[in-house]
């Protein structure tokens, strides 16, 4: 056989490897996850429950889910090990501060500044802003327009020429 009908082969074999490697790897990543798990501790089970750990045997786990709420879980049904901070905003609903963090609803206050521009001054002042809107003196005149071109074309009567 020669190595061009063997390439086909190969790669695959090595396709096959390199999945199988990132496989073990995210596996062994989660089960040094669950050995780090201690007592007091947050955690998210892979059906989606907020509880917190009790006590930590070789194959079990204690939750605690509420006041007088102890469930017995098995180690591998534990789906994260949450941070104090991610904990107690998911199960409390407590923030962290935030203030810096803030944006402002509008643009006007990244805009400002401490002395006063000219185009504001001038935005300010009473005078009305011509829109494009015509006066009445001006409806007028086109309105008068409109009559004498209607008095120059010849009225048409009543009678028409069908039959």
């Known amino acids: 056989m020669s190595l061009v009908t063997l390439l086909p082969f190969i790669v695959l ?3 096959m490897i ?3 490697r990132s496989a073990k790897k995210k596996q062994q990543q989660a089960v040094d996850m669950r050995n780090q798990m201690q007592p007091g501790s947050g955690v998210r089970t892979i059906g989606g429950m907020y509880a917190t750990v009790k006590e930590v045997s070789e194959d079990t786990v204690l939750l605690d889910a509420g006041p007088g709420v ?5 180690k591998n049904s534990i789906g994260a090990v949450l941070s104090d ?3 107690n905003r ?3 609903g407590i923030e962290h501060d935030l203030k810096s963090d803030v944006v402002p609803d509008d643009a006007s206050s990244l805009t400002e500044t ?3 521009s000219d185009d504001a001054s001038a935005a300010s002042d009473d005078k009305p802003i011509d829109l494009g809107k015509k006066d009445a003196s001006d409806d007028a005149t086109d309105e ?10 010849p009225k048409k009567t009543g009678e028409s020429d069908a039959k």
Not at 70 to 74: D, G, P
């Open 90 to 92: 998911i199960v409390h």
């Open 144 to 153: 008068t327009d409109e009559a004498k071109a209607d008095e120059a074309e």
């Open 114 to 116: 401490d002395e006063p």
């Open 70 to 74: 102890e469930l017995l879980f098995a």
């Open 18 to 20: 390199l999945m199988t």
């Open 85 to 87: 901070e991610e904990y």
């Open 13 to 15: 074999i090595g396709a």
